[in-house]
């Protein structure tokens, strides 16, 4: 038993010493996400939302902090596109451990009735889901998903098959509470 809690310790602190250690995070990390609907299917694949990025970010005490948010300047005046510069920070040591550039447009499909503070969301939003991808993409593609962002995901294809189940922003505030609870909170 105390071997057990051992392990249990060591998955909590983010500490990856061991393989078990992995597929109890990819584990957790899968059953959070399902049970908070944090993912959305496109061709009977699974793909993360940002917040199911963040809760496996959590696990590690890895953290979002945009850098930089700009307009950027286009040759038609009715367009507002939006750059975005994420760090991810790792709370435990202060270290950045990952970086993330997205661009928003109102002029991409699905986004033509955008405001231009929805569109500037958008870019910081890609740009979080970017950054966690490319730190932890294996970890929640081991946990069953596809290493792509649900947000990177182009909307309107007609292929897209979006969850009718969605959690509300309520459900996703609460599972990002409880992965950052099991890191001793930050």
Not at 142 to 160: H, R, S, V
Request: hydrophobic share 40%; net charge negative.
């Amino acid at each position: 038993m105390a071997e057990k809690n051992k392990e249990m310790i060591a998955v909590e602190n983010g500490n990856l010493g061991e393989m078990q250690n992995v597929t109890n995070i990819a584990n957790a990390i899968t059953t959070i996400i399902d049970d908070k609907k944090l993912s959305m299917a496109i061709y009977n694949k699974r793909y993360v939302f940002v917040e199911g990025w963040q809760l496996a970010g959590a696990y590690f005490g890895i953290v979002p902090i945009v850098k930089k948010l700009e307009l950027i300047p286009t040759n038609d005046a009715k367009e507002i596109k939006y750059r975005a510069e994420v760090e991810l920070m790792n709370v435990k040591t202060d270290k950045i451990v990952g970086f993330g550039i997205a661009v928003c447009s109102n002029k991409e499909v699905g986004k033509t009735a955008f405001a231009e503070y929805a569109v500037a969301s958008m870019a910081q939003t890609r740009a979080v889901g970017k950054a966690y991808r490319l730190v932890l993409g294996w970890i929640v593609k081991m946990a069953g998903y596809e290493g792509t962002p649900a947000e990177e995901m182009e909307e309107g294809d007609e292929d897209k098959q979006p969850d009718k189940t969605m959690a509300s922003d309520e459900d996703k505030a609460k599972a990002f509470a409880e992965a950052r609870a099991k890191v001793g909170g930050f």
